[in-house]
C-alpha cells in the first residue's frame, strides 16, 4: 500500500470515526428516552391498578400479564428503580400505613433492546476505527521513512473499496432502523389497544385543555364519537356534563379523585397531571353501585324501624286497650263513647298497617318471575287495559312479592282514574323498565312525599300502598323512580339489579 492510499484510508477512518461517535451519541440519546417512556408506561398502567379497588396479584401479575411480579411490602414512598443490564423495573406505591406494593417488569419493550443492540455495535466500531487509526499512522510514518522514491499508485481501488463498504454499512443502519420503527409502531398500538378496551372513559387533555385522546367506552358513555370531539376544548366536548368540566378545567397539578353528580348519573373522576400541560381524566359510571349502597341504606333503615314500631306498637296498643276498656264502663253519652271507639278502632288500623309495613320482607326464593303474566292479571282485576311487549318480560324476584309490586302500582293507578297501563323495556345491563299509566298525574309539590308511609291525597287512602312499593323493590335489590308526572298520567322507572 503507497502512502497516498493509506494516507486516504487515514481520512476516511478519522471520518468514520466523527460518523461512528455522532450515531452514538444519537442512538444513546434515543435509548434514554425509550427507558424514561418505558419507565412512565408502567407507571401509568401500576397507577391504574393501585386506584383500582382491592387489586388482585392473579389478576394482573404472572406469566404473561404486564408486571411478572406484584407483591406487597414496607416502604413510605414512590420508588422507580431500572437495571438497564437486565430491564428489569421496580416500582413501589405506598398503601395505607407503611404498606406498599412492589410492582416488577422483567421484559424491556423491543425498541430498547433494538437500541441496545445498536449501541454496542457503535462502540465496537468506534473502538475498531480508533486501532485502526493508530496503526494506519504508524503505518504512514514508517512508509514517509522508508519509501520516499516509490511512486504512487492510483487511489481508485481503495476508493471503490471504501464505497462498497459504505454502502453495506448503510443497508445495515437503515435495516436496523427499520426494526426499530416496526418495534416503536408495535408499543404504541399496544398502548392505544389498552386504552380503548379499559372499562373506563380515558380522556386525555393537552395544552389548553383540548382533546388529545377519546377511548371507546368514554364514546358509549358521553354519546359522542371521538372524531367530533378531538382538538376541541373539554368545555365544548363534554358540555353537556359541567361538572366533569368543572374538576377537569382545575389547575391543582396533583392526582385527585372525587365522585359528580351529573343529572341521574354518578361518575367517578381521577385526574393526574401528564408532563407539564396535559392531564389525563379516568372517568367511572358508579351510578348503579351508589344506587346499589342506598338500597342496602334504605334495608338497615326498614331494619331499624321494624324493632322500634314493634315497641312502639306493643306500648300503644297497650294504652289503647286500656281506653277502650273504659269506655264501656262510660254511661250517659253514647254518641260521644262510640265516637272515641271509633278513633281508638283507627288508630289501631294504623299501628297495625304501620307495624305491617316496617316489618323486614322475606326473601323467599330468587326465580325468573313473568312480570307481564303477574301484570295483566292485576289489570284484568282492576279494569285496566294493558299495553306489553309481546316478548314476556321476566324478572329475578319472589313471586308473592312480585305479585304485591303489581298489585299496589295497578290499584293506585286504577284509584288515579287510568284506563291504561303500559310496559316497556329500557334497557338490559341493569334491567330497566318503565311502567306509565294515563291516569291524572302526581303534582311536582308531591313527588318526593308519595313514598313516606300514610301520604294521601285520597280520602279513603291509607297511604302505604307507593311506601310497600318502594319497599319490595329494595327488598327485590332494585329501584323505583318517579318520571316527569304532571297532568298526564304517571311514569315509573324500575331497575333491577340482580
Known amino acids: 500500500m503507497n502512502k497516498s492510499t493509506t494516507g486516504l484510508l487515514l481520512v476516511i477512518e478519522i471520518l468514520l470515526l466523527f460518523v461512528f461517535g455522532n450515531l452514538s451519541s444519537l442512538f444513546t440519546t434515543m435509548e434514554k ?72 417488569r422483567h421484559a424491556g419493550t423491543p425498541a430498547l433492546r433494538a437500541l441496545k443492540r445498536i449501541g454496542r455495535i457503535f462502540s465496537i466500531l468506534i473502538v475498531l476505527t480508533a486501532l485502526f487509526l493508530v496503526l494506519t499512522g504508524f503505518y504512514l510514518i514508517y512508509r514517509f521513512r522508508t519509501d520516499r522514491g516509490e511512486s504512487r499508485a492510483a487511489p481508485m481501488d481503495p476508493i471503490k473499496d471504501y464505497l462498497a463498504r459504505l454502502e453495506s454499512s448503510e443497508t445495515s443502519l437503515r435495516t436496523t432502523v427499520e426494526e426499530q420503527q416496526q418495534a416503536v409502531s408495535h408499543q404504541q398500538e399496544l398502548n392505544r389497544s389498552i386504552i380503548r378496551h379499559i372499562n373506563a372513559a380515558i380522556v386525555l387533555l393537552g395544552g389548553g385543555g383540548k382533546v388529545e385522546a377519546f377511548n371507546r367506552r368514554a364514546e358509549e358513555m358521553f354519546a359522542r364519537s371521538a372524531a367530533s370531539v378531538l382538538h376541541l376544548p373539554v368545555e365544548q366536548a363534554l358540555g353537556n356534563w359541567p361538572e366533569i368540566v368543572a374538576l377537569a378545567a382545575e389547575g391543582d397539578a396533583r392526582e385527585s379523585s372525587q365522585v359528580v353528580s351529573s343529572g341521574d348519573k354518578s361518575f367517578r373522576v381521577d385526574v393526574a397531571p401528564v408532563g407539564e400541560t396535559s392531564r389525563l381524566l379516568v372517568i367511572r359510571d358508579v351510578t348503579r353501585e351508589r344506587r346499589r349502597a342506598e338500597i342496602r341504606r334504605r334495608n338497615a333503615s326498614f331494619a331499624m324501624l321494624g324493632e322500634m314500631a314493634a315497641y312502639l306498637t306493643h306500648e300503644m296498643r297497650n294504652s289503647l286497650g286500656a281506653v277502650f276498656g273504659y269506655t264501656k264502663t262510660l254511661k250517659g253519652d253514647d254518641e260521644k263513647v262510640q265516637r272515641i ?4 278502632t283507627y288508630l289501631t288500623s294504623m299501628l297495625d298497617n304501620f307495624l305491617t309495613f316496617a316489618k323486614p320482607l322475606p326473601p323467599g326464593e330468587r326465580v325468573p318471575v313473568n312480570l307481564t303474566e303477574v301484570l295483566a292479571v292485576e289489570c284484568a282485576d282492576a279494569g285496566v287495559d294493558l299495553s306489553a311487549p309481546e316478548e314476556a318480560v321476566e324478572i329475578p324476584g319472589e313471586p308473592g312479592l312480585v305479585r304485591s309490586l303489581c298489585s299496589n302500582l295497578v290499584r293506585n293507578a286504577a284509584e288515579a282514574g287510568a284506563k291504561k297501563v303500559e310496559l316497556a323495556v329500557l334497557g338490559s345491563e341493569p334491567l330497566e323498565l318503565r311502567l306509565r299509566d294515563d291516569g291524572q298525574g302526581i303534582p311536582a309539590d308531591q313527588r318526593e312525599k308519595i313514598w313516606f308511609p300514610f301520604f294521601t291525597t285520597r280520602e279513603k287512602g291509607t297511604g302505604m300502598g307507593l311506601a310497600l312499593v318502594r319497599k319490595i323493590m329494595n327488598a327485590l335489590d332494585g329501584d323505583i323512580r318517579l318520571e316527569d308526572s304532571s297532568g298526564k298520567g304517571t311514569t315509573f322507572r324500575m331497575t333491577f339489579f340482580s
Open 33 to 104: 428516552r425509550e427507558i424514561q417512556s418505558y419507565i412512565a408506561t408502567a407507571e401509568a398502567v401500576a397507577d391504574m391498578v393501585m386506584r383500582a379497588e382491592d387489586p388482585e396479584a392473579e389478576d394482573i401479575a404472572g406469566e404473561g400479564a404486564y408486571f411478572s411480579v406484584l407483591r406487597a411490602v414496607t416502604a413510605a414512598r414512590r420508588e422507580a428503580v431500572y437495571d438497564p443490564d437486565s430491564g428489569t423495573l421496580q416500582l413501589v406505591r405506598p398503601r395505607a400505613g407503611k404498606q406498599a406494593l412492589l410492582f416488577v
Open 341 to 344: 271507639n271509633k278513633e281508638i
